[in-house]
C-alpha cells in the first residue's frame, strides 16, 4: 500500500528557513515523479515544486523560485522540499505527491501525503 508522511513543518519567523521530508513507502521510489503542492486557508491548491524520477529535472513555481528547492534521496525514499527566506503568505499546508510516471510535466497525480502545516508569522 503506497503511503507517503511529511514532516518538518511548523512556526517560523519571515525570513527563517524549514526543510520538509516526505517519506515514502509501499512503491519503487525511484520509479515515479514527485511534486510539493500547497494550499493556504480557505484558497485553491497551489502547485509548488516538481521533480523527474532521478532527480535530475525540476521546475518551481515563480512564486518561489529562488528561496525553495526540491530534491530527493532515492536511497532512502525520501523527497524534500528546503525553503528559504519564508514569507508570510507561504503559510500554507504543503502535500508530498506522487506521479503516475517518471515526469512530472507527462504524468498525472496518483497519491498525496495527509499534508505538513507551514506558518510564516512573527
Known amino acids: 500500500q503506497e503511503k507517503l508522511v511529511e514532516s518538518g513543518g511548523g512556526l517560523v519567523q519571515p525570513g527563517g528557513s524549514l526543510r520538509l521530508s516526505c517519506t515514502a513507502s509501499g512503491f519503487t521510489f525511484r520509479a515515479y515523479a514527485m511534486s510539493w503542492v500547497r494550499q493556504a486557508q480557505g484558497k485553491g491548491l497551489e502547485w509548488v515544486s516538481g521533480?523527474?524520477?532521478?532527480?535530475?529535472?525540476?521546475t518551481s513555481a515563480d512564486s518561489v523560485k529562488g528561496r525553495f528547492t526540491i530534491s530527493r534521496d532515492n536511497t532512502k525514499n525520501t523527497l524534500f522540499l528546503e525553503m528559504n527566506s519564508l514569507k508570510p503568505e507561504d503559510t500554507a499546508v504543503y502535500y508530498c505527491?506522487?506521479?503516475?510516471?517518471?515526469?512530472?510535466?507527462?504524468?498525472?497525480?496518483?497519491?498525496w501525503g495527509q499534508g505538513a502545516q507551514v506558518t510564516v508569522s512573527s
Open positions: 521533480i523527474n524520477n532521478s532527480g535530475e529535472s525540476t
Open positions: 505527491v506522487k506521479y503516475s510516471g517518471t515526469y512530472y510535466k507527462t504524468s498525472l497525480t496518483d497519491y
